[in-house]
């Protein structure tokens, strides 16, 4: 079987869901009685469709999962992560804005995880030109989080 990574790690905007949480939609989120996510203003918020399997398949493969966003609405991006019930998920949640290299030396510190056994994905280039640099396995998802990238970043991984 193919090398595994120890720690995927996970973008939240465009990567996980299709929006800036920060900017275009309306914190705070809840379910509404059709089961659906909403924000302040009954927008319906939606996740990348293939995330759940995504997570699902990690943990299946005991892959550990942990998040790490730039973003500065570190309540609404917690929120919904809880509303779309991927919070079991996620071992570690590094959320707050800065330099992603901060988000990573955190979560090697919390983890004990090297950064070679890690995998990241994010739609950024810039955040995948800094990570890049700590030695971690870095995806670049041009468009939303599949199954398909995932594949193909763990077959990036185990020839890394
Ligand atoms: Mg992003």
Redesign the pocket.
Known sequence: MARLPQLAVF?????LWPF?VDTHVEPPFHKSRDGSVRDSNEKIIRLCPEVPNVLEHLHGLGVSIAAA?RTSEIQGANQLLELFNLTQYFAHKEIYPGCKVTHFERLQQKSGIPYSEMIFF???KR?IIDVSKLGVTCIHVQSEMSLHTLTKGLETFAKS
């Open positions: 973008d939240l905007d465009y990567t800036w966003s994010d739609d950024e955040n």
